[in-house]
């Protein structure tokens, strides 16, 4: 346990970009329809509006890539002390809530853009972290 210690910024950065991206990944899936409904709905007055189930798909993939991507970093960080995949579930985390931001503002939602940037902050901690100590 000790190397935990070591390592738990980043451990608890990468839990919470992993729970916050396989729940939201897989009730996209699980949910297709309703979400698609929804989304159709929120984007019908944005210049998205005939994009939307290729961008939900795009999304999903992002999402999910970013939780895999969350899992092996963890691996990677506690049981060989290698950052690089975490690195990269960091700039995913980023670029898939970046796309997300882009999304609710499309959209005019910016109270919901507004709480993407609460998910942006510790997806931009995470990222920091690594490439400090990468350096």
Avoid at 14 to 32: A, C, H, P, R
Avoid at 78 to 101: F, P
Wanted: net charge negative.
């Amino acid at each position: 346990m000790e190397f935990i210690q070591y390592h738990l910024t980043e451990t608890v950065l990468l839990l919470f970009v992993l729970i916050t991206f396989l729940q939201s990944g897989i009730d996209k899936i699980t949910d297709w329809n309703g979400n698609l409904s929804w989304l159709k709905n929120h984007f019908a007055n944005s210049p998205l509006k005939n994009m939307v189930p290729m961008l939900l798909a795009i999304v999903i993939l992002m999402e999910l890539a970013t939780a895999f991507c969350s899992v092996w970093g963890l691996y990677d960080v506690l049981a060989n002390n290698e950052r690089t995949m975490a690195l990269y579930a960091a700039t995913l985390s980023c670029v898939t809530l970046l796309m997300l931001l882009f999304g609710q503002r499309m959209a005019k939602d910016y109270d919901g853009a507004r709480t993407i940037v609460i998910y942006l902050v510790p997806a931009v901690l995470l990222l920091f972290f690594l490439e400090m100590e990468m350096i």
